[in-house]
C-alpha cells in the first residue's frame, strides 16, 4: 500500500525480514508460501491488515483465501514465507493465537446441544468463568431467545452466528472468518453484516472475513486483498478503490466482435467485452451520437446505449482476467 515504514519478522525457519508496522498493523504476511506436493495453493503472499478495520478478501474458489486463513489461524504450517500477529512473528506470533478467534468453513458445535451448552464448553476450554458472559454473547450474535434449541434445528444463519459468538469466546483482538454470509438468505446476510459492523464500530475488534458475494463485502469491508491461483494480485483500501471505479457506457449489438474493433478506432480507451457479452467503454460517452452512428453505418444493429457504475465484482474480474479485454 506504498508505506516506507519496516519491522523485523522473524521466519520460522530463517529469519526472514518482512514490511509494516508493528503499532498500525494486526497481520503482515512476507512472502507467504503453502505448498502441497509441487503445486502452489499460495505463493509469495504478502497482507497487510490494519488495526481496527475489516479486511475482506477475495478471490474464486480454490484461489487460496482458505489456505491463507487457516496458515493466519495456526491449523496449517506455511511451507515457506511468515507472518506477524500484533508484531510478533515465529513462535511469538503463534502464542498470540489466544487472542484470535477463528470460523473456518462450518461451524465446529455439537448439534444436540443449546447454542448456550456450546459456548459453555468453549468457556470451560479457555477458562473464562465470566458471571452473564455467555449471555452477553448470545445477545451479541441475536441468540439470546433460542432457550434450549438444539443447534441441530437451527438455520444456516443461526448456526453461523453461534459460529462467530464461539469465535468471540475469549475476547479475541482479530477474528478471521471464512465465507460468514456464503449460502445464507437475505436477511441472514444483513444480520451477520450487522454484528460484524458493531465488532468492528463498537468493540474495536479486527476482522479479517472472505466472501463471495462482493456486493454485500462492498457495503462492510475497509480494505481488501484479491487473491488469484494462490497469488495477492492487489490490495486496495475503499478510498482508493473507489478512485479507481466510476462510472462506464454499455452498449448492447448484434456484433460485438466488430462493434469492438470500430469503437477502438474512434480512439476511446478501456474498451471490452464484458461477461455479459456486453460492449463496456470505461467512460461515460459524450460522443454517443457519433458512436451509434459509427456502427449503425456498419450494418452493426445497436440494441441499447446505458450508463452504468463500475463496482467492486467488476474491478475484481477486470483484474483477474474475469471479462474479455481489448
Known sequence: MGENKKERSVSDSDGAVGRGDTMEYVITTDKLTKKFGKKSAVLDVDIRVREGEIYGLIGRNGAGKTTIMRMLSGLARPTSGSYSLFGKSGEEARREMRSVGVLIESPGVFQKMSAYDNLKLKCLALGVEKPGYIEG??????LQNVGKLAVK??????????????????????????????????????????????????????????????????????SYGIIHEGKLIDEFTNEEIHKRTGVYTLIQTD????????????????????????????????????????LVENDIFVKEVRLSSFSLEDYYLSVTGGAERA
Not at 137 to 142: D, K, N, R, S, W
Not at 276 to 294: M, Q, S, Y
Open 137 to 142: 454473547l448470545l445477545e451479541l450474535v441475536g
Open 153 to 222: 434445528r437451527f438455520s444456516l444463519g443461526m448456526k453461523q452466528r453461534l459460529g462467530i459468538a464461539l469465535a468471540l469466546v475469549g475476547d479475541p483482538r482479530l477474528i478471521i472468518l471464512d465465507e460468514p454470509i456464503n449460502g445464507l438468505d437475505p436477511q441472514g446476510i444483513v444480520e451477520v453484516r450487522k454484528i460484524l459492523a458493531h465488532l468492528r464500530d463498537d468493540k474495536k475488534i479486527t476482522v479479517m472475513i472472505s466472501s463471495h458475494i462482493l456486493e454485500e463485502l462492498g457495503k462492510l469491508a475497509d
Open 255 to 294: 456484433n460485438n466482435r466488430k462493434a469492438l474493433e470500430l469503437v477502438n478506432k474512434m480512439g476511446f480507451e478501456k474498451v471490452e467485452i464484458d461477461q455479459d457479452n456486453c460492449l463496456r467503454i470505461g467512460e461515460e460517452l459524450t460522443r454517443e451520437k457519433d458512436v451509434v452512428r459509427k
